[in-house]
């Protein structure tokens, strides 16, 4: 008589759903944006992003140092890509984009981050070849059109009059260079994902460290209020954390180019930060550019995945999936 299976810990269950791993990592990274936006001037950038990185190593490190010990040769081995990933998901990107907050606005923040899903399939098709399926094309058209919708109120005559500065840019740029750690993500090495996020915030604080010593030491310094403690707390904890672990298991089973089209709930969950948080009154737009953003995503992250091959298997329990 077989022995009963053991019932599943929820955990173990969100392990395996991508889907509700990538919609939670967007629901976090747009409450990041807002907060970001709101603290500006208050809390200095890059001091912020470093204290970030800092907070998220410490916070993981009880439950990431068994895997270390038996990681930490094969990450060794595979530090140019460490480096790459840090430099890109952790360093850069996270500095430019707070920078980025203290002269740009959220609406237009949110409507940059919309091209998110096009820089990585940019770099998907740039590094690895692997092109959007006709499907993925839909999905990504469709659900960029609902953020338009959302983020002009319905107007998309209201484009021409957004007017762009030195923060949009940098902004931008800032997507830019998450496409790329979202597109080599894919090339990771077979370590648990504690493992790997831990090395990459570790080496993230490091890289981020001597711009956070210049930016004190030119008088920009962290007021220890309870505005600043919140703000470190929710992006440690909530935009850090648990965001880039949710993000990176997404891609690890299904796939950059199917995970992307996530990034459009983004600016979908910022609205409705706005609405709940800001007092912002709920119209017919909002409704409809929700319902093309959700269908977007669901026709683009539907196209079928590769068989699996031999080898594929990672010391995490996840499969590696190299195309979409």
Not at 108 to 123: C, D, E, M, T, Y
Not at 174 to 183: I, Q
Request: aromatic share 10%.
């Amino acid at each position: 008589m077989p022995a009963p299976s053991q019932p599943r810990s929820p955990f173990a269950w969100l392990n395996n759903q991508p889907y509700v791993l990538l919609t939670l990592a967007s629901l976090f990274w747009a409450g990041n944006i807002v907060l970001a936006r709101y603290v500006a001037g208050h809390v200095p950038p890059l001091t912020l992003s470093c204290i970030r990185w800092i907070g998220t190593f410490l916070m993981l490190w009880p439950f990431a140092r068994t895997h270390l010990a038996r990681d930490w040769r094969t990450l060794l081995a595979h530090w140019p890509l460490l480096l790459l990933l840090a430099l890109t998901g952790f360093a850069v990107n996270n500095a430019l984009s707070y920078w980025a907050m203290q002269y740009t606005q959220a609406l237009n923040g949110l409507l940059i981050q919309s091209s998110a899903p096009l820089f990585v399939a940019l770099w998907s098709l740039a590094l690895f070849g692997v092109r959007l399926s006709v499907g993925q094309l839909m999905g990504i058209a469709m659900s960029l059109t609902g953020v338009l919708v959302i983020l002009l109120r319905g107007d998309l005559g209201a484009l021409g009059a957004i007017q762009f500065n030195r923060g949009d840019l940098m902004f931008a740029s800032a997507l830019l260079v998450f496409g790329l750690y979202s597109a080599v993500m894919t090339r990771r090495p077979a370590v648990h994902q504690l493992s790997l996020i831990s090395c990459c915030t570790a080496m993230g604080a490091v890289l981020l460290l001597p711009l956070a010593i210049w930016e004190y030491s030119s008088g920009s310094v962290l007021t220890p209020d309870l505005l600043s403690i919140a703000t470190l707390g929710y992006v440690v904890v909530f935009a850090s954390a648990l965001a880039y672990l949710f993000f990176n298991r997404g891609i690890s089973l299904i796939g950059p180019n199917r995970a992307a089209p996530f990034l459009h709930l983004v600016p979908l969950f910022g609205s409705v930060l706005a609405i709940v948080l800001l007092g912002e009154e709920l119209k017919a737009f909002h409704l409809a550019g929700y319902a093309l953003v959700i269908g977007g995503v669901i026709v683009a992250s539907r196209s079928p995945l590769r068989p699996a091959r031999a080898g594929d298997q990672r010391k995490d329990g996840s499969l590696r999936q190299d195309a979409s």
